[in-house]
């Protein structure tokens, strides 16, 4: 840009540089370091798919690919579930050029986190930051192989917190990150970091007729589900054996037993005989609490089915027959198919 000035001398000099002008460059110098300190943590994930049972599949859906990460210098990669799922093959490409095989650790599609494990030496890692101490507004970058484009990175800010997403498995992710860093196919798995190179998300999914909403799983969730499926190889949720329809009450019900929530589950079918004791259930039971935390929806009773439920004795609280009651179910063991 060039100013003009009754200085002769001062005709044609570079303008002054705007007052924004350190801003910008701290911005542009934070992005750059963070790109510098993640990149080589970054992997591109080619995932094989098995063939189909009735017809085969076509050659462009053989193959899914997706991003991840490494967390541990023995090679311990987290990505989505989605982009590993059905593979009997999986493929990771190291920054550096190596392709290596990976074995499959745990899978988990309630939450769309995967981890794989490769055998390899001079790994570099990242690590998980505390999703709690977040702000919305502050830097978020997001790096990954969008559209097999190797390692692309965007940059953006938090956009909200705590929202929820549906996974493919039909069960809600709690905690979800949104943010407008820029994500498309290929992106899956692939680390959000924030400003110190932290991973404060598992990017996830885009809303691909949305401008700027994406989504990521927080790395609070992210970090104790690798956890399990690294100690066990999967992630343990309880079940009490039911099938349920969701259901909204009426304002004078509301009134008249002064309930705490506006909707409930009503209990359509119950396995009889299953491992989990839910005897003391009938059909046409609404369920609208657990362990005195209100239910409203099957989602919330999914939360609160957690790995301390199973085996132990829970109290449910429900309406029959117009009345409040408490019964008492023991989860068992969800067996994910």
């Not at 979800?176 to 932290?198: E, F, M, R, Y």
């Given at each position: 840009m060039l100013t003009y000035t009754d200085n002769k001398e001062d005709f044609n000099q570079p303008a002054t540089q705007p007052k924004d002008g350190p801003l910008l460059d701290a911005y542009s110098q934070t992005v750059?370091?963070?790109?510098?300190?993640?990149?080589?943590?970054?992997?591109?994930?080619?995932?094989?798919?098995?063939?189909?049972?009735?017809?085969?599949?076509?050659?462009?859906?053989?193959?899914?690919?997706?991003?991840?990460?490494?967390?541990?210098?023995?090679?311990?990669?987290?990505?989505?579930?989605?982009?590993?799922?059905?593979?009997?093959?999986?493929?990771?490409?190291?920054?550096?050029?190596?392709?290596?095989?990976?074995?499959?650790?745990?899978?988990?599609?309630?939450?769309?986190?995967?981890?794989?494990?490769?055998?390899?030496?001079?790994?570099?890692?990242?690590?998980?930051?505390?999703?709690?101490?977040?702000?919305?507004?502050?830097?978020?970058?997001?790096?990954?192989?969008?559209?097999?484009?190797?390692y692309s990175l965007t940059a953006g800010v938090v956009?909200?917190?705590?929202?929820?997403?549906?996974?493919?498995?039909?069960?809600?992710?709690?905690?979800?990150?949104?943010?407008?860093?820029?994500?498309?196919?290929?992106?899956?798995?692939?680390?959000?970091?924030?400003?110190?190179?932290?991973?404060?998300?598992?990017?996830?999914?885009?809303?691909?007729?949305?401008?700027?909403?994406?989504?990521?799983?927080?790395?609070?969730?992210?970090?104790?589900?690798?956890?399990?499926?690294?100690?066990?190889g999967k992630v343990r949720r309880g079940y009490i054996g039911i099938a349920g329809q969701y259901l909204r009450f009426q304002d004078r019900l509301i009134e008249r037993l002064q309930l705490k929530v506006r909707s409930g589950i009503r209990v359509e079918d119950i396995e009889a005989d299953g491992p989990s004791y839910n005897s003391e259930l009938r059909h046409g039971d609404v369920i609208i609490g657990y362990n005195d935390q209100p239910v409203a929806s099957i989602d919330d009773l999914h939360i609160l089915l957690n790995e301390a439920s199973i085996g132990k004795r829970q109290q449910l609280h429900i309406l029959r027959e117009a009345k409040l009651r408490v019964i008492t179910v023991i989860p068992a063991e969800l067996e994910e198919k």
């Open positions: 750059v370091r963070v790109a510098n300190q993640v990149s080589q943590a970054v992997v591109q994930i080619k995932a094989e798919r098995k063939e189909g049972r009735r017809r085969r599949r076509r050659p462009s859906d053989a193959y899914k690919s997706g991003s991840g990460f490494i967390i541990s210098s023995d090679g311990f990669i987290v990505t989505n579930s989605h982009v590993i799922s059905e593979a009997k093959k999986i493929e990771v490409v190291l920054q550096d050029g190596r392709k290596l095989q990976a074995r499959l650790v745990g899978d988990d599609p309630p939450t769309d986190i995967a981890v794989l494990q490769i055998d390899a030496d001079n790994l570099t890692a990242i690590s998980f930051g505390n999703s709690d101490d977040l702000q919305v507004g502050q830097l978020a970058v997001a790096v990954g192989n969008p559209f097999g484009f190797q956009s909200a917190l705590g929202r929820s997403l549906r996974s493919e498995s039909g069960r809600l992710i709690d905690d979800v990150i949104q943010t407008d860093a820029a994500l498309n196919p290929g992106n899956s798995g692939g680390p959000l970091v924030d400003s110190s190179g932290k991973v404060i998300g598992v990017n996830t999914a885009v809303i691909l007729p949305a401008q700027g909403l994406c989504f990521a799983v927080a790395s609070n969730l992210a970090a104790y589900v690798v956890g399990q499926l690294i100690m066990s």
